[in-house]
């Protein structure tokens, strides 16, 4: 079936770099791709998304980039700070989006020490 | 104020002892999912619903049980629950219909089976 994978399962930045976490899905019909954030002991909460008919979506600090080609897809951060310290979920819907599966990765620790 | 509820937040509860789980939304939102998370295997989706009267299996569903029989509700079932079943759960809901759009959690509801 779906699968998704998320790489790293943690990540470790000063203030101020960049941080990337990619994710890579199996299903080609997949045309849905959120980003989720979920600080500690929190509820999950989305924070960018996109869809497979652009290649790229910026919001302030935070981009999504789609090679549907390659199948994988990335979150960028930049200029960090400590309160991007979460864990990052990436996810897929499966079967073209008529299905309302929806797979996540296994969640990237993003440490941002001052 | 627009919100998903669950109930219980905490459970602990013995082996083979039924429970429910609530989930309510008053976002009159026709997609709605529950999802486990576990430690490192990220969140899972168990079942999901696009209307009133229809389910579908996530990619765990074994051991529960859904129903959708109004559209604000959308109970999980644990008919025997078993200690592998100790767990975050959380109930999502959606504008779209096939939940690819933003995602509204709930608090989740920490369950322990003993």
């Known amino acids: 079936g779906e699968n998704v994978e998320q790489h790293p399962s943690t990540l470790s930045v000063q203030e101020g770099d960049s941080a990337v976490i990619k994710c890579t899905y199996s299903d080609s019909a997949s045309n849905y791709f959120p980003w989720y954030k979920q600080e500690l002991g929190k509820r999950p909460q989305l924070i960018i998304d996109i869809r497979s008919n652009v290649g790229e979506k910026k919001d302030q600090r935070i981009a999504v980039t789609l090679n549907k080609t390659a199948k994988h897809f990335s979150l960028h951060i930049t200029e960090t700070q400590p309160e991007d310290s979460a864990v990052y979920f990436c996810a897929a819907n499966s079967g073209s989006g008529n299905t309302g599966k929806l797979i996540f990765g296994q969640g990237t620790t993003l440490q941002v020490k001052p | 104020e627009a919100q998903v509820t669950q109930n219980p937040r905490y459970l602990i509860t013995v082996t083979g002892k039924k429970l429910t789980v609530t989930c309510s939304q008053n976002?009159?939102?026709?997609?709605m999912s529950w999802y486990r998370q576990d430690p490192g295997l990220g969140l899972r989706q168990i079942y999901y619903?696009?209307?009133?009267?229809?389910?579908d299996k996530g990619d765990v569903p074994e051991g529960y049980k859904v129903s959708r029989k109004e559209k604000r509700n959308f109970p999980l079932i644990l008919e025997s629950p078993s200690p592998n079943q100790t767990s975050l759960y959380f109930c999502?809901?959606?504008?779209?219909?096939?939940?690819?759009?933003?995602?509204?959690f709930g608090p989740g509801t920490r369950l322990t089976v003993l």
């Open positions: 976002m009159n939102h026709e997609y």
């Open positions: 999502a809901s959606s504008f779209t219909l096939a939940g690819t759009g933003e995602q509204f």
């Open positions: 619903s696009m209307n009133v009267e229809v389910t």
